[in-house]
C-alpha cells in the first residue's frame, strides 16, 4: 500500500498541476480577448464618426439647394473659372457667381436672370 499512496499523490499532484495550466490558460486567453475587444472600440469609433460624416456629407450634396441639373450644368464651367475657391459650398459658389455676373457666359447669366437665380437658400 505504501507504493500505491505515493502514486495515487502523484496522480492527484499531476492532475491538479493540469488544472492550474488550464486555469491560467483561460486567464490568458480572458485578457488577451478583453484587450482586443478594447482595441476593437477604439479602432471602431472614429470609423462610426467617419460614417456618420460621410452620410451627412452626401445627404446634404444632394439636397442642391434648389438649383436643377440644368441651371448646374449652365453654370458649372463658370462656377470651376471663376470661383473655384469657394467650391463645395453652393451658397459662397452662388454669391460669388453673383459678384461676377459680367463675367458669366451668356447661358450662366441667363440662369441669374431668371427668377432672381438658384438661390442657394431655396432648398432649406
Request: aromatic residues 4%.
Amino acid at each position: 500500500m505504501s507504493i500505491a499512496a505515493p502514486a495515487a499523490a502523484e496522480r492527484d499532484w499531476d492532475h491538479l498541476t493540469a488544472l492550474r495550466v488550464v486555469a491560467e490558460a483561460v486567464r490568458i486567453r480572458h485578457a488577451d480577448e478583453l484587450v482586443f475587444h478594447q482595441r476593437l472600440a477604439k479602432t471602431t469609433r472614429p470609423i462610426e464618426v467617419l460614417a456618420l460624416l460621410l452620410c451627412a456629407t452626401t445627404a446634404s450634396a444632394q439636397d442642391n439647394r434648389g438649383s436643377t441639373p440644368e441651371q448646374r450644368a449652365a453654370c458649372a464651367p463658370d462656377a470651376f473659372r471663376l470661383c473655384s475657391s469657394y467650391i463645395p459650398d453652393p451658397t459662397r459658389v452662388e454669391h460669388c457667381l453673383r459678384q461676377n455676373k459680367s463675367d458669366l457666359s451668356d447661358a450662366c447669366r441667363s440662369v441669374f436672370e431668371q427668377s432672381g437665380g438658384p438661390v442657394a437658400s431655396r432648398g432649406k
